[in-house]
């Protein structure tokens, strides 16, 4: 019993130590700001490429069915 309490005690006392040190430093409104600034660019590019991808289909799709219109009309007249 007299060496268990040690032992418990030094393991507590360095589980207590390595967990203040695993501890995040505060941010400062620079680092905040940056970081805002970083996720905010990176969302706004993801919604950009969304869009433009959406355009770009939708163009495709448009294209395509403008291509079908003037092919049908184009076979279907008389020669």
């Given at each position: 019993m007299k060496k268990t309490l040690p032992l418990l005690l030094g393991?507590?006392?360095m589980v207590l130590a390595n967990t203040g040190c695993m501890q995040d430093?505060?941010?400062?409104?620079?680092d905040i700001n940056q970081k805002a600034d970083?996720?905010?660019?990176?969302r706004k590019g993801r919604v950009i490429d969304s869009m433009?991808?959406?355009?770009?289909?939708n163009m495709s799709a448009w294209i395509q069915m403008k291509a079908d219109s003037i092919y049908?009309?184009?076979?279907?007249?008389?020669k």
């Open positions: 393991g507590f006392l430093k505060a941010m400062d409104d620079k970083s996720m905010y660019n990176a433009k991808n959406d355009c770009d289909s049908n009309a184009e076979s279907t007249m008389p």
